[in-house]
């Protein structure tokens, strides 16, 4: 496959790696960009480690509340100009406390749910086509939960960074877990909750960052490692991972000198889950399709 100069500068933006060694991952990945990823992890270490929060769609993070009834919805759309516009705005918290009224089953049941705004209407799908001619921007609601029958605690770092903890006992503590949750992304409650599939590809990177140290001391004429030796070091990569990336063993942000485990021990506080949102996790924006998406939005709005 060939790699061009776009999805190397593109490789670049997601790991910070220098343009010549993200063209050499992508060369040995066949253009894979996940593969490619892991590649660059192995050869560079953390260098590489901020392709994970490397955001590349726009939008915003929105709650609502009544009662013991909370919702946290995030709605895309293609630029940060949009997210500063009143009516996306008002859109969006129109649909955040529709969901806490509506108790929406999923995102398509959003679309039909009532709402009148900006002379569009009346349901949410009609709004959004409406939007979408007047602003000139594609947006979508991507993702939303519902919560009840519970005490929370929430959190937003701007529009963009949300998060909804699950809790019994101290509110304060409970807002300042959800805080830290908003800083530290923990993955998971405790290391045992950590997704297996994270842990199998964090063992499989430090595997191969084990073997490609492994080549370079040989070829430098120092000793082998043993296989124990190795094997430890691979383990021991994975459990300082499961610390990073679990709530309860991550240092406390409002104290290092603490875990949160112990923080919320002290407290007599239980945090039961957390929600984190991060506007366009995960989502690899395809620049190019962008101009044929607002022109059959613009178009199907003004059909409607």
């Known amino acids: ?33 996940e593969k490619a990823e892991e590649i660059l992890r192995v050869k560079l270490g953390n260098k590489a ?18 009662a013991d009834i909370g919702a946290m919805v995030e709605i895309n759309c293609e630029t940060d100009f ?71 605690a929430s959190y937003l770092h701007g529009t963009r960074i949300g998060v909804v903890v699950e809790f019994d006992g101290d509110e304060a503590a409970a807002k300042d877990v959800a805080m830290h949750v908003a800083a530290m992304k923990p993955v998971a409650l405790t290391s045992a909750d950590v997704p297996a599939e994270l842990v199998a590809k964090e063992r499989s990177v430090a595997a191969a960052k084990a073997a490609d140290d492994a080549a370079k001391a040989q070829a430098d004429g120092k000793p082998a490692q043993s296989a124990e030796i190795v094997t430890k070091r691979v383990e021991g990569g994975v459990q ?27 407290k007599a506080t239980k945090v039961k889950a957390f929600t984190l949102y991060v506007v366009g996790e995960g989502i690899d924006k395809k620049v190019d399709d962008f101009a044929a998406e607002v022109a059959a939005q613009v178009a199907a709005a003004k059909a409607g």
């Not at 060939?2 to 050499?24: F, Q």
């Not at 705004?117 to 993702?143: H, Q, S, W, Y």
């Open 1 to 33: 496959m060939a790699i061009t100069a776009s999805m190397v500068a593109e490789l670049r933006a997601k790991t910070d790696a220098p343009m010549m060694e993200c063209k050499k991952a992508l060369t040995e990945a066949d253009g894979n960009f």
């Open 49 to 66: 480690g901020k392709a994970a929060s490397r955001i590349t769609a726009e939008g915003v993070v929105t709650m609502a509340r009544a």
């Open 82 to 152: 949009v997210t500063k516009n009143d009516s996306f705005l008002a859109f969006c918290q129109a649909v955040a406390d529709g969901i806490v009224k509506n108790d929406p089953e999923d995102v398509a049941a959003i679309g039909a749910m009532p709402l009148s705004l900006d002379g569009f209407g009346p349901t949410v799908e009609d709004v959004r086509r409406g939007l979408v001619g007047k602003i000139g921007e594609n947006m979508a609601v991507r993702r939303f939960k519902r919560f009840s029958g519970g005490k929370l």
């Open 240 to 266: 300082k991972y499961l610390k990073e990336v679990s709530l309860y063993n991550q240092s406390f942000v409002k104290n290092d000198k603490q875990t949160v485990e112990q923080m919320l021990k002290e």
